[in-house]
Nanobody, 124 residues
Framework: QVQLVESGGGLVQAGGSLRLSCAAS????????MGWFRQAPGKEREFVAA????????NYADSVKGRFTVFGVNAMNMVYLQMNTLKPEDTAVYYC?????????????????WGQGTQVTVSS
């Protein structure tokens, strides 16, 4: 069993930055691939970024590519989402998730564990 807890959300002006953190209890990030998803009001939850076990491959949604960076620190059981040049359309609840597979990381149903989410609000 893995418990995931996100933190670092908040209110920021457009063009600003935030760093989200995801802390895991249980097995380490060397065992799981990690993903970040987000859900804006009135919209379905969507893929943001993912990092495979061992950090060998990283994927980003086109909407965040070049602005967001995902990275992990295995020894600390932490994964981060650095978000730069934020836009109002980035406003959403952000979730981290863990999966034992390294495939299909853009697909929500591939993930076994989810955090409770952290709110990010970007003002214009």
């Amino acid at each position: 069993q893995v418990q995931l807890v996100e933190s670092g959300g908040g209110l920021v002006q457009a063009g600003g930055s935030l760093r989200l953190s995801c802390a895991a209890s249980g097995r380490t990030f060397s065992t799981y691939a990690m993903g970040w998803f987000r859900q804006a009001p009135g919209k379905e939850r969507e893929f943001v970024a993912a990092i495979t076990r061992g950090g060998i491959m990283i994927n980003y949604a086109d909407s965040v590519k070049g602005r967001f960076t995902v990275f992990g620190v295995n020894a600390m059981n932490m994964v981060y989402l650095q978000m730069n040049t934020l836009k109002p359309e980035d406003t959403a609840v952000y979730y981290c998730a863990a999966t034992s597979t390294n495939e299909g990381l853009r697909v929500q149903r591939q993930y076994d564990y989810w955090g409770q989410g952290t709110q990010v609000t970007v003002s214009s």
